[in-house]
């Protein structure tokens, strides 16, 4: 499976639209694009997942490149409770794979 | 539905004790995985289950054993815990035949070993 670079930390003020990046240049045509998240303590809960299409749901909208090199991940209205370690995860038939994620915290 | 379900939270062992972490889901999934997660880094995959009586291992097995006799069911054994087995457990659950489908995620059970 491809691996996924996504920055170390963000900051977002409550309310605003979060942004959350992931570059994965090595994606092959039949992996699709994962992000779960995990806060504090709790075990990961799955966010949204795509394949060339933007995807909405009632958590966030994933937004791929046309080249699907890389994806961007957005919370429309963060709130505190949106604080967590989000994770980009590139999958075909094989196990998900965990990276160090993006720790974001959403400040009032 | 509660989902998937871990036994106990929090624990404590000795070097060389053993152990067995439950985890049960009432979704009738197929897929059941079993995670480590170390300080500071993303989960690591210990063991997998494609269906009962089916298991295989995943990224770092070493030092731990699994069963898997139900759908329901898939405990995860540690046999003589070392310190370098002190980390937060997570089992994940999964529908669906294919490679694709979101995981869910019990609550974990902490682990320390002294």
């Known amino acids: 499976d491809a691996k996924t670079t996504q920055p170390t930390s963000m900051d977002c003020a409550e309310g605003r639209a979060a942004n959350l990046p992931c570059n994965h240049s090595?994606?092959?045509?039949?992996?699709?694009v994962y992000w779960y998240r995990q806060i504090h303590s709790q075990g990961p809960q799955y966010i949204i997942h795509g394949l060339k299409n933007n995807e909405t749901n009632e958590m966030a909208s994933l937004i791929i490149t046309e080249d699907r090199k890389s994806s961007t991940l957005i919370l429309p209205h963060a709130t505190l409770r949106d604080t967590a370690v989000y994770y980009c995860?590139?999958?075909?038939?094989?196990?998900?794979?965990f990276g160090a994620g993006t720790q974001v915290v959403v400040t009032p | 539905n509660a989902g998937v379900t871990q036994t106990p939270k929090f624990r404590i062992l000795k070097i060389g004790q053993s152990m067995t972490l439950q985890c049960t889901q009432d979704?009738?999934?197929?897929?059941m995985y079993w995670y480590r997660q170390d300080p500071g880094m993303g989960l690591k995959l210990i063991y997998y289950s494609v269906g009962a009586g089916i298991t295989d291992k995943g990224e770092v097995p070493n030092g731990y054993n699994v069963s898997r006799s139900t759908t329901e069911d898939f405990p995860l054994r540690l046999e003589l815990a070392a310190p370098s087995q002190t980390s937060v457990y997570f089992c994940a659950s999964r529908g669906g035949t294919g490679g694709g489908g979101e995981q869910y995620f019990g609550p974990g059970t902490r682990l320390t070993v002294t």
């Open positions: 090595t994606i092959s045509g039949n992996e699709y």
């Open positions: 995860i590139v999958k075909g038939w094989g196990k998900l794979q």
């Open positions: 979704m009738n999934h197929n897929y």
